[in-house]
């Protein structure tokens, strides 16, 4: 097995403005593979939450009044710099997520390309000049929302942090980043490499903690924080909103998804089971866009589910950092079991496993994380507890349908509303689907459907707003109608 990146074990990982310090504690960052400690971060309190608005507030006007052009030349230095360090920064993530190294660099680089395309949204994050209606022309403006707050989660913890710093400073707010406590240490680095491209103190900020509740709580009690930016579960998502209270603030939410994938008779068979087999076991199935349920015609089920296993079984399980490993442990023990509560429940109502189904037992004694076979479940019902649930892990349902109605009416079937998969060769078909989905992305014989291009979000329970495209910037800018009588 190889070793871990050396990492810094200074606990210095708290952004204040505009100065790396400590806390008062540390905590310790292991890990997940082998759950050996790999680093150290500040463990940031409610004082230090409240220190960082301040510092926030203080500089909001002056980081306004820099120019579009000079923040994206920043931006855009920041992303050169992400892209040098792209090795280093691909084994500290694959060191506290788990993930295997490829997916990791290329998580890497999407950051970087994350970082470009906001540069360029804040450049053109205009408005317009209506035309002249009686004395004078009309106006819409916009401006910053001011102070901000991002919270990324463990699973993607580069590329969701830095698509939120982008956005964010593209538009002119400041921002506090709170990495997910299970991956501080990539946060903290990407936190490092924008901040010392020359954001001026307090503009960027940073804590880490493992009292999320407490420094959350801290900042959503404040009037001065203007924005929150979340990327998490629904359940702390829909806190998020409840915690308005009597002052509403600018919440933006991309929480858990149920996404189903469709495979008609139609499609590129081949080609289709390595894209839903990519999709699926891609960072062990911890995605918030991972297929939860895949919907196969009938008349090419068995054909199909044969072609997806050959997918599966040449999967190799183990360390992320280890060559040839292509799925990593899931992120703690609570993962794996609430994967084999899943399994249990569709095995007892009638599911047949066809691939995988058990804890994985690794012949390295020093890897000792919560590692889960790759898991194919056929016959599986619209009435399991896998059905309506998110697993997050590597489990891959299979049902059968026999009409284009039916499936998306069972597709439709849930809370969730974030990503949804077609594949067809057919055009007709595919715009019928693409709409009547109520998803907010929708890969059409694409595993991977997202891009810095594309705005990223769900429906339903799935989120509100979105981040990345044209209109990710727009949740950070306020719009001004100004009338002009001459």
Same mark, same amino acid.
């Given at each position: ?29 292991? *890990?997940? %593979?082998? =759950?050996?400690?790999?680093?150290? &971060?500040?463990?940031?309190? !409610?004082? #230090?939450? $409240? +220190? /960082? @608005? ?15 052009? *000079?923040? %994206?030349? =920043?931006?855009?230095?920041?992303? &050169?710099?992400?892209?040098? !360090?792209? #090795?280093? $920064? +691909? /084994? @500290? ?25 906001? &540069?360029?949204?804040?450049? !053109? ?32 913890? &580069?590329?969701?942090?830095? !698509? ?323």
């Amino acid at each position: 097995m190889p070793a871990s990146p050396p990492v810094s074990v200074s606990p210095e990982s708290l952004l204040l403005n505009g100065r790396w310090q400590g806390g008062s504690a540390s905590f310790d960052v292991t *890990d997940p %593979a082998t =759950l050996q400690v790999i680093g150290q &971060a500040a463990d940031g309190r !409610r004082e #230090d939450a $409240l +220190a /960082a @608005l301040a510092a926030a507030e203080a500089a909001a006007e002056g980081w306004r009044a820099v120019s579009a052009e *000079d923040r %994206a030349g =920043l931006l855009r230095d920041a992303a &050169a710099e992400i892209r040098v !360090r792209a #090795d280093r $920064l +691909a /084994a @500290l993530l694959t060191s506290e997520n788990g993930k295997p190294l490829a997916e990791a660099r290329g998580e890497v680089l999407g950051s970087a390309r994350m970082l470009d395309w906001a &540069a360029e949204e804040g450049r !053109r994050a205009h408005g317009r000049v209506t035309q002249p209606a009686g004395a004078g022309p009309g106006l819409v403006l916009k401006a910053p929302v001011g102070p901000a707050l991002a919270i990324t989660p463990w699973n993607f913890p &580069a590329s969701m942090l830095i !698509r939120k710093v982008g956005l964010a400073l593209a538009a002119g707010c400041p921002l506090i980043v709170k990495p997910a406590e299970q991956t501080p240490l990539i946060g903290a680095e990407l936190i490092r490499i924008v901040h010392a491209a020359g954001l001026p103190a307090g503009v960027l900020q940073c804590i880490t903690t493992t009292r999320p509740a407490e420094v959350a709580g801290a900042l959503l009690a404040d009037p001065r924080l203007r924005k929150v930016s979340f990327t998490g579960s629904t359940e702390v998502g829909l806190h998020l909103i409840r915690s308005t209270g009597d002052r509403l603030r600018r919440v933006s939410l991309e929480m858990g998804g149920h996404a189903p994938a469709i495979v008609y008779d139609d499609a590129d068979l081949e080609s289709a089971a390595a894209a839903v087999a990519a999709t699926k076991f891609a960072g062990a199935g911890q995605s918030c866009i991972s297929i939860n349920r895949l919907y196969v015609h009938r008349s090419v089920h068995d054909e199909f589910v044969g072609l997806v296993l050959d997918k599966v079984a040449q999967l190799r399980i183990g360390h992320g950092a280890a060559e040839g490993t292509t799925i990593g442990p899931l992120i703690d023990f609570d993962a794996i079991d609430k994967v084999e509560r899943h399994v249990g429940d569709a095995v007892d109502r009638g599911a047949v496993v066809a691939a995988g189904g058990r804890r994985w037992a690794p012949d390295d004694p020093a890897l000792k994380g919560a590692f889960f076979e790759p898991t194919v479940l056929t016959g599986a019902e619209d009435t399991m507890l896998i059905s309506s649930e998110e697993t997050f892990g590597p489990v891959l349902p299979v049902y059968a349908f026999d009409g284009e109605d039916e499936v998306i009416q069972r597709a439709n079937r849930t809370d969730y509303g974030l990503a949804a998969y077609v594949y067809s060769q057919a055009l007709a078909r595919v715009w019928r689907n693409v709409d009547r989905l109520n998803f907010g992305v929708v890969g059409v014989n694409d595993p991977f459907p997202v891009r810095p291009e594309l705005p990223f979000g769900g429906m339903k329970n799935s989120g509100q707003e979105r981040e990345g495209g044209s209109e990710g910037i727009d949740a950070y800018l306020e719009i001004k109608s100004v009338s002009v009588r001459l």
